[in-house]
């Protein structure tokens, strides 16, 4: 599987460059031309990394729904716990904000 430091730009996300695996940065501020008309088409984003504030705003931008990003590490545990808590409600059609404030809740 293909591998990507750690060491990437802060204001950035990795994408797949090449369709062959190849992974490379792309800066928050060149998301919204690559989203396109699929950003105003995405309800939410899940971005599972720290630090991602930059990323998130930027996809706002490009007219995602709704963004969630961490701001604090949780660890594999954690994230589980809140995996598990906000994604089934979505699925069954439950509102982002409702299921978001309630899987914070499961969160120490």
């Known amino acids: 599987a293909p591998l990507l430091g750690a060491d990437g730009p802060q204001d950035a996300v990795p994408i797949e460059q090449s369709g ?3 992974l490379g940065w792309l800066a928050a501020a060149h998301l ?3 989203l396109g008309p699929v950003g105003r088409r995405t309800r939410l984003v899940v971005l599972w990394a720290t630090g991602a504030q930059p990323v998130a705003a930027a996809m706002l931008r490009a007219g995602v729904g709704a963004v969630v990003y961490l701001r604090r590490p949780l660890g594999a545990t954690l994230a ?3 995996a598990a808590a906000f994604v089934p409600p979505l699925l069954h059609g439950k509102p982002i904000a409702a ?3 309630a899987a914070c809740a499961t969160l120490p």
């Open 99 to 101: 299921t978001f404030t």
């Open 32 to 34: 919204v031309g690559w």
């Open 80 to 82: 589980a716990a809140f």
């Open 20 to 22: 062959c695996g190849e």
